[in-house]
């Protein structure tokens, strides 16, 4: 199932930001206005939970309102990877009182241990931190992929679908997220350049959580999605204006469609009949959207 004929609306938030309770280079409300005047629905500021900071959950419950909301988060980090760094989990939804990393607790066991607690987690910038097939399957408490990281992508590690193919192929049910990971820091990338939507009837922090661990969203840095549905022997895609609509997935190969201001398509599903698919569009100013992965096993 696609979320996209689900009741609800498309609500748009950032999953990975930083204020200056960790490394970002502002406050916290400062951080919430800047997505707030770009549109956004709600954020979740994720500093990262670390000694050097006072392992800091940052609380935003006053910055909500109405039309915006947050999600309590943190980006938290244990020893230790295969090339030898610590973790970086995401993980939104986390209570305020989430207790500090024990002295021998790996990774895998502290994302466990924040999903237990109730929170969305996160496999951040895995081509960034250059986590391999051997990482990523040990951290079995993970929701979803960060597929997509705009900070790292000025070191060109921005894109990590390989490795989340490569999961998927091998029977993870993960979905796939793209987030800007924005410090606000001068020498950075502007922020607001990767987001999520999630499919809600509410803009409240427990209906989003409950859509985001459902799989109830697609990702963007610019266009938008309008409807993907499979009929027969196809699926079948509205889009804002787009140069190529791209069907990939777990199988060597693609459907494309390319054109100028493409709205709508059908591509053929065969290629990927038994594995998973998704929908990739990219516009005319190079921004790209993507579905979750569309199971056909």
Same mark, same amino acid.
């Given at each position: 199932m696609t979320p996209f004929d689900l009741p609800g609306k498309f609500w748009r938030g950032n999953l990975h930001?930083?204020?200056?309770?960790?490394?970002?280079?502002?406050?916290?409300?400062?951080?919430? %206005?800047? *997505?707030?005047?770009?549109?956004?629905?709600?954020?979740?500021?994720?500093d990262h939970f670390r000694p050097e900071y006072g392992f800091p959950m940052t609380d935003t419950r006053e910055l909500r309102s109405d039309g915006f909301t947050t999600l309590i988060g943190a980006e938290l980090h244990a020893p230790r990877t295969e090339v030898g760094q610590a973790w970086h989990i995401v993980a939104a939804g986390l209570p305020l009182d989430f207790s500090t990393p024990g002295k021998t607790e790996t990774g895998p066991e502290l994302a466990r241990r924040a999903r237990d607690a109730g929170a969305f987690v996160g496999m951040a910038h895995?081509?960034?931190s250059l986590l391999t097939a051997i990482d990523a399957e040990s951290l079995d408490a993970a929701h979803s992929v960060e597929v997509y990281n705009a900070l790292s992508d000025r070191e060109n590690r921005g894109d990590s679908w390989h490795l989340a193919d490569v999961l998927l192929n091998r029977?993870?049910?993960?979905?796939?997220?793209?987030?800007?990971?924005?410090?606000? %820091?001068? %020498?950075d990338?502007?922020?607001? %350049?990767a987001w999520v939507q999630v499919r809600s009837e509410a803009l409240t922090p427990d209906a989003l959580l409950a859509s985001l661990k459902a799989?109830?969203? *697609?990702?963007s840095t610019g266009p938008e999605l309008y409807d993907v549905r499979i009929?027969?022997?196809v699926?079948?895609?509205?889009?804002?204006?787009?140069?190529?609509?791209?069907?990939?997935?777990?199988?060597?190969?693609?459907?494309v469609a390319q054109g100028t201001d493409l709205t709508d398509c059908s591509l053929p599903l065969g290629l990927f009949r038994g594995t998973h698919c998704r929908i990739t569009i990219e516009d005319a100013a190079g921004g790209r959207a993507w579905t979750n992965p569309i199971h056909l096993s």
């Open positions: 930001t930083h204020s200056n309770r960790s490394d970002g280079a502002l406050s916290p409300r400062e951080t919430a %206005q800047v *997505y707030r005047e770009a549109g956004y629905d709600f954020v979740s500021i994720t895995p081509a960034a029977g993870h049910r993960l979905t796939t997220y793209a987030a800007d990971d924005a410090h606000l %820091q001068p %020498q990338p502007p922020p607001c %350049q799989g109830h969203f *697609y990702s009929e027969g022997d699926v079948v895609v509205r889009c804002s204006p787009a140069t190529k609509i791209l069907l990939s997935g777990g199988h060597p190969g693609a459907e």
